[in-house]
């Protein structure tokens, strides 16, 4: 399958416009290239037992569809706290972005500030009541779900930041590199002063097995890899956004 950006559009469109329609409770948006589903599912203020509390949950899913036919969910949980009692004041914010599987049910005296009820009111909230439509609504259109993109990942890393590790990992490899060649290759007559089981040893470099050549080699050969892979996804995602 390979969808292009005008029928990957035309799939958020259709997906925000049935989402509406049957969970009208849910806020569907279209924001840079993804469909965000967002819950605000607590907003009140309760008796804590030595002041007064104030709650705001928001939950949102993000699905983010590709061209080759798979999309991809993640998972954002937002909670602010503030509290006032006993001559003290609490401030608090929590923030999680994943995979992730939450049910949640409490009952509480107090006002809710979105619908403005008052007295006893209960909260309930379970991602699966979220995560489990908007999948099956997805793949009944012959999407594949894929639980995991490493490749999403690296292209969240902010470009700055990219380019710098992009460019030190380079750097380390290199240096590794030309140290382990002038160690290893340039004088095959060196003696290296190693300690095998613990015992000083005198070793020739000429001496040094295949398996350990290729254990030295692996090491830069890592930080050459990760710094090349960062500079191209730098360049293909950060350079030219077209491509995108």
């Known amino acids: 399958?390979?969808?292009?950006?005008?029928?990957?559009?035309?799939?958020?469109?259709?997906?925000?416009?049935?989402?509406?329609?049957?969970?009208?409770?849910?806020?569907?948006t279209i924001e840079q290239g993804v469909l965000v589903i967002q819950l605000n599912w607590q907003n009140s203020t309760y008796f804590n037992g030595r002041g007064v509390s104030h709650v705001a949950?928001?939950?949102?899913?993000?699905?983010?569809v590709f061209p080759n036919g798979k999309f991809m969910t993640i998972d954002v949980n937002t909670t602010d706290e503030s509290s006032i009692g006993l001559g003290s004041i609490g401030i608090s914010q929590e923030s999680f972005a994943g995979k992730s599987w939450n049910y949640h049910y409490e009952?509480?005296?107090?006002?809710d500030n979105a619908t403005g009820e008052t007295g006893i009111l209960t909260?309930?909230?379970?991602?699966?009541?979220?995560?489990?439509?908007?999948?099956?609504?997805?793949?009944?259109?012959g999407l594949k779900y894929n639980f995991y993109s490493f490749g999403e990942d690296i292209k969240a890393i902010s470009a700055t930041t990219k380019i710098s590790l992009g460019v030190?990992?380079?750097?380390?490899?290199?240096?590794?590199?030309?140290?382990?060649?002038?160690?290893?290759?340039?004088?095959?007559?060196r003696v290296l002063d190693v300690t095998i089981n613990g015992v000083p040893q005198l070793v020739p470099v000429s001496e040094i097995?295949?398996?350990?050549?290729?254990?030295?080699?692996?090491?830069?050969a890592i930080f050459l890899f990760v710094?090349?892979?960062?500079?191209?996804?730098?360049?293909?995602?950060?350079?030219?956004?077209?491509?995108?």
């Open 168 to 189: 030190l990992f380079l750097f380390i490899g290199t240096v590794f590199s030309v140290i382990e060649y002038c160690v290893l290759y340039i004088d095959p007559d």
């Open 209 to 220: 097995s295949l398996g350990v050549r290729i254990a030295f080699a692996l090491f830069p």
């Open 107 to 111: 009952k509480e005296l107090g006002y």
């Open 57 to 64: 949950r928001v939950y949102r899913h993000v699905v983010k």
């Open 123 to 141: 909260y309930r909230f379970s991602t699966s009541d979220i995560q489990v439509p908007v999948r099956k609504y997805f793949e009944n259109l």
């Open 1 to 28: 399958m390979n969808l292009s950006k005008e029928k990957i559009e035309h799939i958020y469109i259709g997906a925000k416009d049935y989402f509406n329609s049957v969970h009208p409770e849910w806020a569907c």
């Open 227 to 244: 710094g090349i892979f960062l500079i191209i996804n730098f360049v293909k995602y950060n350079v030219n956004r077209d491509m995108y």
